[in-house]
């Protein structure tokens, strides 16, 4: 069963210098879920996005992935591609 996506802003939240945050469970019996952070590196146009998989804050988690993308309505879908294949390899 495919998962949906995860909730993200619209681009002008990005653009306006805003991070978000936001959390998907997978398995409430387990615990698996994906944490996620994304924030914007306007300087250098682009969107810089976090995964991790522990239910900590973005500050103490250990291990956590990270990409960037253009900070563009295509970057939000890369990102949500993205925040999908980590979502799924839990």
Do not use: H
Not at 20 to 46: H, I, M, Q
Request: net charge negative; aromatic share 12%; proline share 3%.
């Amino acid at each position: 069963m495919e998962a949906e996506t995860m909730d993200l802003q619209k681009l002008t939240f990005f653009t306006e210098g805003n991070t978000f945050t936001g959390s998907r469970t997978k398995d409430p019996k387990t615990g698996a879920l994906l944490r996620y952070l994304v924030y914007p590196d306007r300087e250098n146009e682009k969107l810089i996005a976090y995964g991790w998989t522990t239910d900590v804050c973005f500050e103490k988690a250990k291990e956590r992935q990270e990409a960037s993308f253009p900070l563009s309505e295509q970057g939000l879908s890369e990102i949500q591609a993205w925040l999908q294949e980590q979502y799924r390899a839990i």
